[in-house]
Every structure is written in structure tokens, then in C-alpha cells.
């Protein structure tokens, strides 16, 4: 089956502003951030502590929730930002319950090189990796043990997430399309380096599944879907049961 189109040319969106040269675009209610408030409910409920009131976990899950989806939206945004770098802006920048998703009508739109489609799908892991380093030192000025050091740990952790898992070679990830034109600027043919992206996601399927499975033995309850979830995309791609 095909990943269906977050938005096409033709279908009817509402155009809310410009970031980076690229409209930012809803559909209906779309715009409703149900996303933040459904992630910040479950960190809520899991940032429980001993002697720690509800007033304190609705604030600890909302700091959270805001570094990592906060997080997220920069990744996006920093993709933009590198596709008007490059000249070749996003087509659409769409708002799905709150969270932006990266549209391009045309992944393989023969006016980009591949060196410009490398330097798009870079620019959301390169920002993720630069935060890295003022969120660990933000962390270190946190006493162990406190609701800042939790915040901070998870801010971090979010950070490493993103950069990690965007950089797997699954096609509208952002390491897939790294491969592929890396692939592809090296001389291979369109054919082969998608073969040579779908051959990499059989074996990344593996090897998250087996993460997946030591994660739930640990009671890593969390990491363990996550993990699952990345594994089964994987070999769905390297099976051809999504295509690109």
C-alpha cells in the first residue's frame, strides 16, 4: 500500500502564515493542538512521585510535553529553514492535531539535485544534535533528584530520540532519503538505491524488534512500543507494504 498524502495540490487547505518560505497550512480543525493535550495528560499521570502533588505532576508533564513536542516542531522547522538554503522550499508545512508534518508533492521532483534533497533531510537531525549540547549543560546546573533535573533529562532524551531515530532509513524519515540520494549522487540508478533503501529497513526491522523485545523484559514499557512500532515500519518498507 502507499503512505497516504498528507496534503496534494489540489486538496482545499487553509494557509495560516509562512515559515522559511513555505506556507503553513490546516485543514478544518486540524489545527486543535488534541496532540499536546493528549501527551501531556500521559506524562502527568507517569511523572507521579512520592510527596509530589497533582498540581506539581500537571506541571512537570507539561514541561515535558512542551520539550519534546517543542522539540519536534523545531526539527520540522529547521527542515524548512535548509530547503529554503538550498533554494528548494517545502511545498506545505501541514498542522495535524497540533504537530507540523513536512510535505512535498513530489519526492523525487527531477529539479532537485541530489545534493539539495541531502541538505532538506539534514536540516531537522543537525538542529536536533545542536541542542544536545546547552540541554546537557542546562541539565548539569539542576540538583539531582529535583523536577528541573526530570525536565532537563527528558528534554535531552528527546533531542537524542529525534536526531537517532530521523536518521533511520526508513523513505519519509529522514535517513531514507539521505541513502537514497547519497545513493544516487554516487551513480546508482533510481531503482537499485530504493532496492538498497528497502534491503537496509529488513534489517533495521530486525533489530529494533529484537530492541523492542529486551526493552518489554526490562519493563521499559514505553521504549519497548516505540521501539516495536519503529521495527514494524522498517520491515513494512523493506517488505514493500509501504511504499514511498
Not at 21 to 31: E, L, Q, Y
Not at 125 to 130: D, I, K, S, T
Given at each position: 500500500m502507499k503512505k497516504p498524502p498528507v496534503v496534494t495540490p489540489d486538496e482545499a487547505v487553509d494557509v495560516v502564515g509562512y515559515m522559511f518560505?513555505?506556507?503553513?497550512?490546516?485543514?478544518?480543525?486540524?489545527?486543535l493542538p488534541l496532540t499536546q493535550v493528549a501527551v501531556w495528560a500521559y506524562l502527568a499521570k507517569i511523572s507521579d512521585k512520592p510527596g509530589r502533588s497533582w498540581l506539581a505532576r500537571l506541571a512537570v508533564g507539561f514541561l515535558k510535553m512542551a520539550a519534546a513536542l517543542g522539540s519536534e516542531w523545531l526539527h520540522n522547522l529547521a527542515h524548512a529553514a535548509a530547503a529554503r538554503l538550498v533554494d528548494k522550499p517545502m511545498d506545505a508545512l501541514r498542522v495535524a492535531w497540533g504537530m507540523p508534518l513536512v510535505v512535498y508533492y513530489e519526492p523525487n521532483d527531477p529539479s532537485v539535485t541530489p545534493e539539495q534533497h541531502i541538505a532538506r533531510s539534514l536540516g531537522g537531525?543537525?538542529?536536533?544534535?545542536?541542542l544536545i549540547v546547552p540541554l546537557a549543560g542546562l541539565r548539569r546546573m539542576t540538583k539531582p533528584g529535583t523536577a528541573a533535573r526530570e525536565v532537563c533529562d527528558f528534554a535531552v532524551g528527546s533531542n537524542v530520540f529525534l536526531g537517532t531515530a530521523g536518521m533511520l532509513p526508513i523513505p519519509f524519515f529522514d535517513g531514507g532519503p539521505v541513502l537514497k540520494w547519497s545513493l544516487v549522487r554516487r551513480g546508482h540508478?533510481?531503482?537499485?538505491?530504493?532496492?538498497?533503501?528497502?534491503?537496509?529497513?529488513?534489517?533495521v526491522g530486525v533489530v529494533l524488534s529484537i530492541a523492542s523485545a529486551l526493552a518489554l523484559?526490562?519493563?521499559?514499557?514505553?521504549?519497548?512500543?516505540f521501539l516495536g512500532f519503529l521495527g514494524a515500519v522498517a520491515a513494512a518498507v523493506g517488505y514493500g507494504l509501504i511504499e514511498e
Open positions: 518560505g513555505t506556507p503553513v497550512v490546516v485543514k478544518g480543525r486540524t489545527w537531525p543537525v538542529l536536533n544534535a545542536g540508478s533510481m531503482s537499485a538505491a530504493d532496492e538498497t533503501v528497502r534491503a537496509a529497513n529488513r534489517s523484559l526490562k519493563r521499559k514499557f514505553l521504549i519497548a512500543w
